[in-house]
């Protein structure tokens, strides 16, 4: 069926902040979808708009601690030309930090946390929760590219899997199954420099 249209924009402006030694980022988008459908012989037309709005703050202190700050908010309007009841506004917000930090000769702490807010979902799919990572680790060998770390995921147990499907026809609002809090035990060990390709000298320190 003729009548398709996705238009999709998406800005980022970005400045060092030298007084916190930290990168401040800015950054917005536009999205506008117009889906056609067919319903008892009837052409109607589904037509969905997204904006969309976030701030983020990057570390640049050292090379012993790294840390990123940022949300994410969207504003949702969802308008079908044959079906009233398929109207809809709905928004979410994803705030993030995650954070690194060497402690003390070769133990890193990590954090990651995640507050996830919806609101015009289906009675009982908004969702306001807050996920929470943490681990505890020790870089080994004379090179440090291994380590051992214990690691808890989710460890509020507050972890949801919401997801929304907008189509011609319907609004499906449905929920995954996802796994809560779990501990983990890890190993893992950097084989070669990423960054810059593996040169010479650092396979003479891989193998010797």
């Known amino acids: 069926m003729d009548g398709s249209k996705d238009f999709r924009s998406w800005v980022s402006y970005g400045i060092p902040l030298k007084f916190i030694k930290s990168n401040f980022n800015l950054n917005g988008g536009f999205s506008s979808t117009k889906r056609p459908g067919q319903v008892n012989n009837q052409l109607s037309f589904n037509n969905s708009s997204r904006i969309s709005t976030g701030i983020s703050l990057s570390s640049n202190i050292s090379d012993q601690i790294d840390f990123n700050i940022s949300t994410r908010f969207s504003y949702n309007d969802v308008e079908n030309t044959l079906n009233a009841n398929l ?122």
Not at 185 to 208: V, W
């Open 87 to 208: 109207n809809n506004q709905y928004y979410n917000q994803r705030s993030r930090l995650n954070l690194s930090w060497i402690i003390w000769e070769g133990f890193i702490y990590r954090l990651d946390v995640n507050h996830q807010l919806n609101s015009g979902l289906s009675a009982g799919y908004d969702a306001n929760v807050v996920l929470m990572n943490m681990s505890i680790g020790k870089k080994i060998f004379s090179n440090q590219r291994g380590e051992v770390s214990l690691n808890v995921y989710d460890l509020l147990g507050q972890n949801r899997s919401v997801y929304r499907n907008v189509t011609d026809a319907y609004i499906e609002d449905g929920q995954n199954n996802v796994m809560q809090r779990y501990f983990m035990l890890s190993f893992s060990y950097n084989i070669r420099h990423f960054n810059k390709g593996t040169d010479m000298e650092d396979y003479n320190e891989i193998y010797n």
